[in-house]
Antibody, heavy 117, light 106 residues
Framework: EVQILETGGGLVKPGGSLRLSCATS????????MNWVRQAPGKGLEWVAQ??????????YYAESLEGRVTISRDDSKSSVYLQVSSLRAEDTAIYYC????????WGQGTLVTVSS | DIQMTQSPSFLSASVGDRVTINCKAS??????LNWYQQKLGEAPKRLIY???NLQTGIPSRFSGSGSGTDYTLTISSLQPEDFATYFC????????FGGGTKLELK
């Protein structure tokens, strides 16, 4: 059974930083692209970042709206992916989901990031 | 960037109704279109991938169709558990979601 668990969310002051983690099991993590997607309260879904697998040299891609403030990384030995977000703003308040594969087959339950003073 | 326009934003229907939800891409997405269902407080669940492929475990009352820039999700006979929000996702170039359709009980 595929399991995806995001952690690391919480309350952060504007201008602060956060590192989100996503631990996975139940599939061959090394073979998969991994992604972060976010959803602001009451809003739709927004793709944030993707990291490809070793065969694609771990290439990374970012949504234009966030580029420069986010970094996605992975540790294949831990079947985990990470998202570092900096210079946080109120509009970054959202549930951040980790999803597997090129086309987002499986999702975790998400971790809530709240940016507020 | 590819834009996805999803319609309608809200849909009221009754159990047993046939409903359709549409997504229109700003350019050809070569059938790289998925549909997701999201219930309140839950993560999205993939229903359909690559236009018309049913995810394992999803009931056959869900189906997808389309090509080029226009895509449709059809629920042939609404069940009580189908009232939720539905999103499309294009994965032809980067990734873009539609704005969502909230399906409510009439």
């Amino acid at each position: 059974e595929v399991q995806i668990l995001e952690t690391g969310g919480g309350l952060v002051k504007p201008g602060g930083s956060l590192r989100l983690s996503c631990a996975t099991s139940g599939f061959n993590f090394n073979d998969y692209f991994m992604n972060w997607v976010r959803q602001a309260p009451g809003k739709g879904l927004e793709w944030v970042a993707q990291i490809r697998n070793k065969n694609y040299n771990y290439a990374t891609y970012y949504a234009e709206s966030l580029e420069g403030r986010v970094t996605i990384s992975r540790d294949d030995s831990k079947s985990s992916v990470y998202l570092q977000v900096s210079s946080l703003r109120a509009e970054d308040t959202a549930i951040y989901y980790c999803t597997s594969g090129s086309s987002f087959a499986y999702w975790g339950q998400g971790t809530l990031v709240t940016v507020s003073s | 960037d590819i834009q996805m326009t999803q319609s309608p934003s809200f849909l009221s229907a009754s159990v047993g109704d046939r409903v359709t939800i549409n997504c229109k891409a700003s350019q050809n997405i070569n059938k790289y279109l998925n549909w997701y269902q999201q219930k309140l407080g839950e993560a999205p669940k993939r229903l359909i991938y690559n236009t018309n492929n049913l995810q394992t475990g999803i009931p056959s009352r869900f189906s997808g169709s389309g090509s080029g820039t226009d895509y449709t999700l059809t629920i042939s006979s609404l069940q009580p558990e189908d009232f939720a929000t539905y999103f499309c996702l294009q994965h032809n170039s980067f990734r873009t979601f539609g704005g969502g359709t909230k399906l409510e009980l009439k």
